[in-house]
């Protein structure tokens, strides 16, 4: 007989995953307190690097369920979420998101489903590269400087030249300018 377990997971501290268990339970799944997993832990982070999530992996088993309320709780991105599916289907568990209606995404509707997430994932990175890409050649066409600003000025950093040439550390000199030695070296390899 299949089990019944539960993923919540919020961001930050000062929000609680609550809110997703009660979703879970009125959309009719009845889940023992033991079975429910809740994290707080940031989105970005891996799920495989997940302490909760797992947690959650070692009490399940061949013909459990997971809950979840959105795919966003199971990965960082469409990908991740799909790697994830892809790994508890090939153990044996279900995975149902209930923002796509409870479908079963290890059922042919379910990988139908993200495929079309991971499709429109996909052509979202494309846009961004393409604007992005757009976007730089523009300001590089205008003459615009491109990268991150130098940390020190012009002056701060033939002083540093200078000091170097004097014989000074560079541990030395990143300390007096308040920044890091990285910065000292770029300003060294400089023409």
Do not use: W
């Not at 560079?170 to 890091?180: K, L, M, P």
Request: net charge positive.
């Amino acid at each position: 007989m299949s089990r019944t377990f539960a993923y919540a997971r919020v961001s930050t501290f000062d929000q609680t995953p609550e809110n997703q268990i009660r979703e879970i339970k009125a959309a009719g799944f009845a889940i023992e307190p033991h079975r429910i997993i809740m994290e707080t832990i940031s989105g970005s982070m891996a799920i495989a690097q997940r302490q909760g999530f797992s947690k959650l992996l070692d009490k399940m088993e061949k013909g459990d369920v997971l809950i979840v309320t959105k795919l966003d709780r199971l990965g960082r991105d469409a990908m991740d979420v799909s790697t994830t599916v892809a790994r508890l289907e090939k153990i044996g568990i279900r995975v149902h998101c209930l923002a796509l209606g409870g479908v079963d995404l290890t059922s042919s509707a379910g990988k139908m489903t993200m495929n079309v997430i991971n499709a429109v994932a996909q052509f979202e990175r494309d846009l961004l590269i393409e604007r992005t890409q757009s976007g730089l050649a523009r300001a590089k066409a205008e003459g615009k400087p491109l990268g991150r600003p130098s940390a020190l000025s012009e002056d701060q950093q033939a002083e540093v030249k200078q000091k170097l040439e004097n014989g000074e550390t560079i541990s030395a000199i990143a300390r007096q300018f308040e920044t890091s030695r990285q910065t000292i070296i770029r300003v060294r390899a400089r023409p």
